[in-house]
C-alpha cells in the first residue's frame, strides 16, 4: 500500500520561506513512469497545481509559482520537498502530495493521481 504523508510548520510568517516534506512509503519515488506532485487548495478555493518531480529528478512548475517555488528529493529517504519562498497570506492553503502515473503537468484532475496524502495545513501570519 502506497502512502504519502506531509509534514510542515503550520504557520509561517509572511516573507519566509514554506519548506514541506512529503514521506512516501510502499513505493519507491525513483521507480519509473511515477511523478511526485505538490497540490494546494486555498480557503474556499479549488485545487492548484504547484508542481511535479518526477522518478528521474526532472521538475516541472506552475508558470505562476515557478519563480518562487522549488522541488526536491532525497531518494535515500524516499522523500520529497517544496520550498516556497516569499511567502504571503494568500499562500494560506492546504497543501497536499500526490503520485501520478507520469508527469500530469498542471493537472488537478483526481483521475490523474492514484494516491494522495492526507494535507497539511499552512498558515500565512504575521
Known amino acids: 500500500q502506497v502512502q504519502l504523508q506531509e509534514s510542515g510548520p503550520g504557520l509561517v510568517k509572511p516573507s519566509q520561506t514554506l519548506s514541506l516534506t512529503c514521506a512516501v512509503s510502499?513505493?519507491?519515488?525513483?521507480?519509473?513512469?511515477?511523478?511526485w506532485s505538490w497540490i494546494r487548495q486555498p480557503p474556499g478555493k479549488g485545487l492548484e497545481w504547484m508542481g511535479v518531480?518526477?522518478?528521474?529528478?526532472?521538475?516541472y512548475y506552475s508558470p505562476s509559482l515557478k519563480s518562487r517555488t522549488s522541488i526536491s528529493r532525497d531518494t535515500s529517504k524516499n522523500q520529497f520537498y517544496l520550498q516556497l519562498s516569499s511567502e504571503t497570506p494568500e499562500d494560506t492553503a492546504l497543501y497536499y502530495c500526490?503520485?501520478?502515473?507520469?508527469?500530469?503537468?498542471?493537472?488537478?484532475?483526481?483521475?490523474?493521481?492514484?494516491?494522495w496524502g492526507q494535507g497539511t495545513q499552512v498558515t500565512v501570519s504575521s
Open positions: 518531480i518526477a522518478y528521474d529528478g526532472s521538475t
Open positions: 500526490a503520485r501520478s502515473g507520469g508527469p500530469r503537468v498542471g493537472s488537478v484532475k483526481g483521475d490523474d493521481y492514484d494516491y
Open positions: 510502499g513505493a519507491s519515488i525513483t521507480t519509473s513512469y511515477y511523478s
